[in-house]
């Protein structure tokens, strides 16, 4: 398949990049940096281009299969990288007729009724914490369930820096109860799974939680 990444100089976009080559890919990585990205292969292009600034991905996902969506922002600063990064994104999808978009998010997003009482306390300090980054995260989301494409948003919770296990639960429209694991997440294995969406439909137009067993 051919396939976009936007966020790719990140440390979960970085994962999606060398899985995705390794299983054969075509891969564009599109950020704004290219020096920052160290990774090469024949099946990788890396494009320069701003989600910020439309003008710059004109024509550059034309022909793709589908657009993962691993961007990042300053955790405390005011950001709208994720609502009109996402926004110009999806514009650019549409103009290009490509209809498969998986988009990183944040499990800290789940509504109170999903979330233990433990994880309420926890989910309501990060909030103080980290306020600018979910209400834009929270945009963003908003903007991708508005839309026609078949999206699937990811949910994950606490990224750590561990080793792709393939040993992971997932749940698809409700979060995660079980599992010693619960609560974090390699980014090598958040990859596999953001990966394993681009054929399941049963995460098209729906949002899946991910957390180590």
């Avoid at 990205?37 to 034309?62: A, R, Y």
């Avoid at 296990?165 to 990859?191: C, E, P, V, Y």
């Amino acid at each position: 398949m051919k396939i976009i990444v936007f966020g790719a100089t990140g440390d979960t976009g970085i994962q999606l990049v060398e899985q995705l080559l390794a299983e054969g890919h075509e891969v564009t990585a599109i950020v704004r940096n290219p020096e920052k990205l160290k990774i090469s292969g024949e099946k990788l292009l890396i494009e320069k281009g701003d989600v910020l600034n439309p003008v710059t991905l004109s024509g550059k996902i034309n022909g793709a299969d589908a657009v993962f969506s691993a961007l990042g922002g300053n955790h405390r600063q005011a950001t709208i990288v994720y609502s009109q990064g996402i926004e110009n994104i999806i514009t650019e999808m549409q103009k290009s007729g490509i209809e498969r978009l998986i988009c990183l998010s944040a499990e800290t997003l789940k509504s109170k009724e999903e979330a233990t009482f433990v994880e309420r306390i926890f989910i309501k300090i990060l909030w103080k914490l980290f306020s600018n980054l979910y209400r834009d995260m929270q945009q963003m989301e908003q903007k991708i369930l508005s839309s026609s494409l078949d999206w699937t948003i990811i949910r994950p919770p606490r990224l750590t820096n561990g080793s792709k296990t393939n040993d992971f639960q997932m749940s698809i429209n409700h979060s995660i109860s079980k599992g010693k694991g619960k609560g974090k997440i390699s980014r090598a294995d958040l990859a596999v799974c953001m990966i394993q969406q681009l054929t399941n439909q049963d995460s098209y137009q729906s949002i899946v939680y991910a957390s180590s067993k």
